[in-house]
């Protein structure tokens, strides 16, 4: 029983992007059951909204989220601006112009053009996170952005790794030469222990290689890959582009902004200042930057012209479907600290999308938002397990119908993002069956545009045929 509770919580939790999270609900409920916790569990808040699924994958902090890149056709007018998506509605409606109303029918999205695949970490469902050769693959597999997540280095360099803490996604417990940099921090007012980046140097980290933290996807790439640096991410887009014909466009998120701030190594002016090096500086560059705290992307917004997005994160999902809005992750950080009350429910009213529209240009919400599910509770009181596996998880989820969220975003002249997508079985919800196509087709149906995932490649082929 505890252990359904367990597995029900990390399949529950919701997005991508933050480790953390993931952490403590299983920590949470490790405690309850009277399990030791591992360090690595605290490692991996997105493993766990990413929905690791078990108990003891969990702790690796993988989760995936992919941005995608529009494909170069797509361009300029993929950022899903309200202006944009009039632009393209009236040339339709005006010409009958095939292209735009067939597209428009089938994926109504805010500007009518096909929904992006965004690349999640790369292509995590098959390379470990946030490498070069996993932004590669994405690429290779249509991706239209790859999505690279900013930390910073002790000396104030920007690199790519899910989350500040590196027990999970790196070799780095396999270096004695660091065992005494091993210690506890407090990110985003939950404790954790291990190795964070912040504790190293370039050099340092790039004596480390990437490993797979999710147990039950491929390993056998540990090892091999360095730790990129953010302008490494940033060539490669721009020399794939070259190579390809299309746009990859990039898709980072500022990481836990707070954090960083307060250690002395904040990542906003760093960022922009990169961008600008590769002329990245306006609404139609090749970039979408993302967080999901609300403070900095206000203070981004006079400061570039290139999109933002608000990304929605939650606690996990309540066997009934609605998402769980309790802290850590049920709303932004830096409210937390300003004793804000709301939350990211509260963000997604029709009131919360107006606000967010003055500052972003689209939100990035956990999928369960726009498609909830629910369990069923038998007449113990505890969770049916529908596929009688014996666990419980995503299969023993029905979904509900969908909620006004892409409607009233796409009314507020906002585009709409959601992550995670994965096409391990256990990760999808009994209505498709096992078929992560199924899936797919439903979100491009209601119009999202865009969506963030493991596997770029069934993304797009969902997309396009
Ligand atoms: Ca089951």
Redesign the pocket.
């Known amino acids: 029983m505890l252990l359904f509770f367990i597995r029900e919580q990390t399949v529950m939790n919701s997005r991508v992007l933050r480790p953390r999270v993931v952490a403590i609900s299983v920590a949470s409920v490790l405690a309850l059951a009277g399990c030791a916790s591992s360090s690595g569990y605290q490692m991996d808040d997105q493993a766990a909204r990413t929905g690791a699924g078990q108990t003891q994958a969990m702790a690796s902090g993988a989760s995936a989220g992919g941005q995608t890149a529009a494909e170069s056709a797509q361009g300029a007018v993929e950022d899903g601006s309200a202006q944009a998506g009039v632009a393209v509605a009236s040339a339709g409606a005006l010409t009958g112009v095939a292209g735009a109303s067939a597209s428009a029918g089938r994926f109504p999205t805010l500007n009518g053009q096909k929904p992006l695949v965004l690349g999640h970490r790369g292509a995590a469902g098959y390379l470990p996170d946030h490498t070069l050769a996993g932004y590669q693959r994405a690429i290779d597999s249509g991706a239209d952005f790859i999505e690279p997540d900013l930390v910073s280095t002790k000396d104030g360099v920007l690199v790519v790794r899910h989350e500040p803490n590196i027990t999970a996604t790196t070799n780095v417990k396999d270096h004695p030469e660091f065992a005494k940099r091993k210690r506890k921090r407090t990110v985003d007012g939950v404790e954790e222990e291990g190795w964070f980046v912040s504790d190293f140097t370039l050099a340092e980290l790039r004596t480390l290689r990437a490993v797979q933290p999710l147990e039950e996807r491929d390993q056998s790439h540990n090892g091999k890959y360095k730790v990129p640096t953010f302008e490494e991410v940033l060539k490669l887009a721009r020399d794939q582009s070259r190579r390809t014909g299309r746009t990859i466009s990039i898709y980072p998120e500022i990481k836990h902004s707070t954090y960083h701030r307060s250690l002395g190594l904040p990542i906003e002016d760093k960022l922009l200042a990169a961008l600008a090096r590769y002329g990245y500086t306006k609404k139609d560059s090749p970039v979408i930057i993302q967080s999901f705290e609300v403070g900095n992307l206000k203070a981004l917004r006079p400061r570039t012209q290139v999109r933002l997005v608000q990304l929605i994160d939650g606690s996990g999902q309540n066997p009934d479907g609605s998402v769980d809005q309790s802290l850590p992750l049920g709303q932004p950080y830096d409210f937390t600290l300003a004793k804000d009350s709301r939350t990211y429910q509260d963000l997604l009213t029709p009131k919360g999308l107006a606000e967010i529209r003055t500052y972003a240009d689209g939100i990035g919400p956990w999928k369960a938002y726009i498609i909830p599910s629910r369990l069923t509770i038998g007449p113990d009181g505890k969770p049916v ?9 995503e ?2 989820r029905v979904a509900l119908p969908a909620t006004r969220v892409v409607k009233d975003a796409h009314a507020a002249g906002l585009f709409v993002h959601p992550y995670t997508f994965r096409s391990e079985p256990r990760r999808l919800l009994s209505d498709y069956q096992g078929d992560p196509k199924a899936e797919y087709r439903r979100f491009y149906q209601l119009g999202v545009d865009g969506l963030f995932s493991d596997f770029p490649d069934v993304a797009r082929q969902a997309r396009d045929e």
């Open positions: 397990d529908l596929n009688r596996d014996g666990l419980i998880d299969r023993d």
